[in-house]
């Protein structure tokens, strides 16, 4: 279905088009009016008028059909256009009866590759793996949802120099006592320990160094003790995964590793397109306009010099596997922004090797930090990975305590606790602009004031217990926006597929939070001002259950998108 913008922009159009053939009327959601048209200015700079004159003979000529109330004129030529309650209440009532509330479908369906989360083998995730994580989950089911097909993939780090150190240090520690502490996700403490030896111990260095030329050799016991190490750091991801409620499937995880049988041929790629350049026996593309310091050109380094393979060369096999066997039209890259230049230069030898091209396009969707309460990088006390597991575990003890103070309305408290606090700790993070660092601040996630997940999922789960008290639930009945409270919410209502087409344009959910909050807000003014179960007399009341029912399914479809549940009671 159009949405209210689409209309306006339709209506709007002919007259522009009078003028300059195309010429585009900027049309802005604005504090000033319902909408704003901002166009008129430079198309009267383009025809040599004085603006306002532009302005009248626009507005002379466009036929509204019913959608505006009023138009006027204001400062250099802008138009202040408000929306006839007619257009808003066909609006609603439209949205009402799509599943999608509004949101249509993408003109072409693409196949969309999601590279988030990414943890690595035998180290702890850390609160980066979680921003990754919560953002590519909600792009993924926001992705879906408008209709493109969504391939999730878990790139961890499960190849490389340290697994040489790592078996030798699970064959020291004999199998089974391994696995133990691996199974109860004391990962970063197996990490430590192999280390340490292998800094402080020449023998054990050397037995870690022969046992990656047995791993990389395909020895067969090597790999065995290898997927021991894999499996066990992947059942503690998904149990993470799990608690969070994300939608990465083991079958999503295509690791590093993944990719070994294909380097030859990227060296072949590479290699035909004239592209390879050996820098002191390592295997080198320059792409143009990365230097260093010193202005010199910067390599990205496909093999090096022992002829083994890193982390840039599996991701160029990854994007040309991605392009040519998944069909891929798009590839997001959803990694902490330090990355940036990684995979700016992969792009670009991609492109240069003709994987990448005007049909496929791959973006890197950095974010910013996760700091804790001193603004330094959030670490424990003496300075150590945070455990994901814990930290979500603590956030479900704080929420319950919040529930209690609260005397929670649910009999389920361990269940809306849980909601409640991934709900929090998800909002918190999507809710910033996904480039920026932000604090992680218990008591600020987990308010039910302000802008935080518990609130919208409390004024979600209130619209739901006016439903649960009311004697006759809302069945379509006719809306009448009498009040300005019932007006300012039927706007935001119907701008849920903006919303939408914002964090699309900018891949960042954070337009969706926004849009959230303020709808949350409207919905706790109008409930403020206009009774809903006590209203007036029975059209009243049914067009209020009317705009409640919307509300809340707004809501919770909203949250559903963020990958935050949307608990019926609290
Ligand atoms: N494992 C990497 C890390 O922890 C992230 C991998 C991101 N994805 C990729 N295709 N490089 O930093």
């Known amino acids: 279905m159009a949405t209210l913008a689409e209309k306006l922009f339709d209506s709007l159009t002919p007259g522009f088009d009078r003028l300059e053939q195309g010429a585009d009327p900027v049309l802005r959601r604005s504090d000033h009016a319902d909408f704003q048209v901002n166009g008129v200015m430079g198309l009267a700079k383009r025809l040599g008028r004085p603006p306002r004159d532009v302005a009248q003979e626009i507005v002379d000529h466009v036929d509204f059909q019913g959608l505006v109330d009023s138009v006027e004129i204001a400062g250099p030529g802008f138009l202040n256009l408000t929306v006839s309650d007619e257009a808003l209440i066909s609006q609603l009532e439209e949205m009402g009866a799509d599943e999608a509330l509004g949101v249509s479908a993408a003109e072409k369906a693409q196949v969309v590759v999601v590279d988030y989360s990414a943890p690595n083998v035998a180290k702890e995730m850390h609160v980066g793996h979680l921003r990754s994580t919560v953002i590519g989950d909600s792009l993924c089911r926001i992705l879906e949802f408008v209709g493109h097909q969504v391939l999730r993939r878990n790139h961890i780090g499960d190849w490389g120099t340290p697994f040489g150190m790592l078996i030798e240090h699970l064959v020291d520690l004999g199998e089974d006592n391994a696995v133990a502490n691996l199974s109860v996700g004391d990962l970063d403490g197996f990490y430590r320990e192999a280390r340490g030896k292998f800094d402080a111990d020449d023998t054990f260095k050397e037995r870690s160094r022969s046992r990656v030329v047995l791993l990389q050799g395909g020895d067969e016991e090597t790999l065995r003790l290898w997927r021991v190490l ?75 010099s022992d002829e083994g393979y890193g982390y840039a060369a599996t991701d160029l096999a990854a994007i040309r596997d ?29 492109t240069m090797a003709g994987w990448l091209n005007e049909h496929t396009q791959a973006t890197h969707v950095a974010f910013g930090n996760v700091l804790g309460p001193d603004r330094k990088m959030f670490k424990t006390r003496d300075g150590g990975t945070v455990k994901l597991k814990g930290l979500l575990d603590e956030g479900t003890l704080r929420a319950r305590s919040a529930l209690e103070e609260r005397g929670a309305e649910a009999s389920d408290t361990d269940v809306i606790a849980h909601q409640l606090a991934m709900g929090a700790i998800k909002f918190a993070d999507l809710s910033t602009d996904r480039q920026r660092d932000y604090v992680f601040d218990w008591d600020r996630m987990l308010a039910f004031e302000g802008d935080t997940g518990p609130y919208l999922q409390y004024a979600h789960a209130r619209i739901r217990s006016i439903f649960r008290r009311a004697d006759s639930l809302p069945s379509g009945g006719k809306i009448t926006l009498t009040e300005p409270a019932e007006r300012d919410l039927a706007r935001q209502l119907v701008a849920f597929p903006e919303a939408i087409e914002n964090s699309l344009e900018t891949l960042s959910p954070s337009k969706l939070c926004t849009y959230l909050f303020t709808l949350a807000q409207q919905f706790t003014s109008f409930y403020e001002f206009c009774p809903v179960l006590k209203a007036p007399d029975e059209a009243t009341k049914a067009s209020r259950l009317e705009l409640c029912e919307l509300t809340a399914s707004t809501l919770r479809t909203g949250l559903g998108l963020l990958g935050i549940e949307a608990p019926e009671r609290m």
């Open 230 to 304: 894999v499996a066990e750091s992947i059942h503690y991801f998904d149990a993470v995964y799990e608690e969070l409620g994300v939608g990465l499937r083991e079958t999503d995880v295509v690791g590093e590793s993944a990719y070994n049988d294909m380097l030859d041929d990227v060296v072949a790629d590479l290699e035909a397109a004239g592209l390879l350049v050996d820098s002191d026996g390592a295997l080198c593309v320059f792409p143009e306009g990365f230097v260093n310091r010193d202005g010199e050109p910067l390599p990205l380094i496909v093999r090096k």
């Open 322 to 350: 991605r392009v040519s066997h998944l069909n891929a039209d798009r590839i997001l890259y959803v990694v902490g922004a330090p990355q940036s230049q990684h995979f700016e230069m992969c792009f670009a030898v991609a």
